[in-house]
């Protein structure tokens, strides 16, 4: 079981705005930024997001994040098929002294 | 432009030591501000952290880990992770991936593409 929650799935039409959630405690989320990862299938995670809501050279600005208090989320507006993969979230835990994953999102595109 | 590549043996053979090495190119591992890291990932599952190592050379782990842990800065351009006394509960995709780190706000970026290990006998 994932340190951080993550709910299993999410879908969206072409088009849609889609937003997933991340939620921990305040030893984690609560006390340090969250980062976004994708992971398109058969491939290596890939940095989304970093600091909460900041986007990497090459990103597009269709995805934002945000946090506020012990929760995340991620948003893709204008979802392509493209966006197919899963949705990780990562922060640092206070208590384990360690990096923690959520156990992703499975995104569909319909 | 940094790289990192993951190579070792697909297969191992339980209770024996995993070993695994990422091999960086592009840029230098003894120099900038980073932590140079491991993540795991058995199939159909998520990602876990199994710890790093800074180019100072200290290291942090993962505490269900920590006990059979070892990651390792080589000669070259390399950094290690052996894993000892494995059993098929660490058969996975293992990655090694660059930790920037910038006061609270660290991130991993890039990764390698992952090595698959099975330990089976």
């Known amino acids: 079981q994932s340190v951080l929650t993550q709910p299993p799935s999410a879908s969206g039409t072409p088009g849609q705005r889609v937003t997933m959630s991340c939620s921990g405690r305040?030893?984690?989320?609560?006390?340090?930024?969250v980062n976004w990862y994708q992971q398109l299938p058969g491939t290596a995670p890939k940095l989304l997001i970093y600091?909460?809501?900041q986007r990497p050279s090459g990103v597009p600005d269709r995805f934002s994040g945000s946090k506020s208090g012990s929760s995340a989320s991620l948003a893709i507006s204008g979802l392509r098929s493209e966006d197919e993969a899963d949705y990780y979230c990562?922060?640092?835990?206070?208590?384990?002294?360690?990096?923690?994953f959520g156990g992703g999102t499975e995104l569909t595109v319909l | 432009q940094v790289q990192l590549q993951e190579s070792g043996p697909g297969l191992v053979k339980p209770s024996q030591t995993l070993s695994l090495t990422c091999t960086v190119s592009?840029?230098?591992?003894?120099?900038?501000?980073?932590?140079w890291t491991w993540i795991r990932q058995p199939a159909g599952k998520g990602l876990e952290w199994i710890g790093r190592?800074?180019?100072?050379?200290?290291t942090n782990y993962n505490p269900s880990l920590k006990s059979r842990v070892t990651i390792s800065v080589d000669t070259s351009n390399n950094f290690s992770l052996k894993l000892s006394s494995v059993t098929a509960a660490d058969t996975a995709v293992y990655y090694c991936?660059?930790?920037?780190?910038?006061?609270?706000?660290?991130?991993?970026?890039?990764w390698g593409q992952g090595t698959l290990v099975t330990v089976s006998s």
């Open positions: 600091r909460n809501n």
């Open positions: 305040s030893s984690n989320i609560g006390s340090h930024f």
């Open positions: 990562a922060t640092w835990d206070d208590s384990l002294s360690g990096w923690v």
């Open positions: 190592i800074y180019t100072s050379g200290s």
């Open positions: 991936a660059r930790e920037t780190v910038a006061g609270k706000y660290n991130w991993f970026d890039p």
């Open positions: 592009g840029g230098s591992i003894s120099s900038g501000s980073y932590y």
